[in-house]
């Protein structure tokens, strides 16, 4: 199994980033993915959750409404579309397959 993050960086707050995951190594199609975050100091979290045909997610209360999680089976990629983003939001960011593989990890920092 192979997670490659991508999209991270430098943004102001209010701005926006899309975080792409590109899987492979198994069948994307069958499996649920989620993104979760780690921010300095404290635990990684959950930030949201996709099913596998993508016509369910779930997300964490303090990004509900700014972020948007999605995929696309045909190319094995899971994104998360990231708006309004808050100073707050600054953390690693993480995909992960609901067979329990994590990415490497991108870096969002979130600052003027």
């Known amino acids: 199994v192979q997670l490659v993050e991508s999209g991270g960086g430098l943004v102001q707050p209010g701005g926006s980033l899309r975080l792409s995951c590109a899987a492979s190594?198994?069948?994307?199609?069958?499996?649920?993915m989620s993104w979760y975050r780690q921010a300095p100091g404290k635990e990684r979290e959950l930030v949201a959750g996709?099913?596998?045909?993508?016509?369910?997610?779930n997300y964490a209360y303090s990004v509900k409404g700014r972020f948007t999680i999605s995929r696309d089976n045909a190319k094995n990629t899971v994104y998360l579309q990231m708006n309004s983003l808050k100073p707050e939001d600054t953390a690693v960011y993480y995909c992960?397959?609901?067979?329990?593989?994590w990415g490497q990890g991108t870096q969002v920092t979130v600052s003027s």
């Open positions: 992960k397959t609901g067979l329990g593989d």
């Open positions: 996709i099913s596998y045909s993508g016509i369910l997610t």
């Open positions: 190594g198994f069948t994307f199609s069958n499996v649920a």
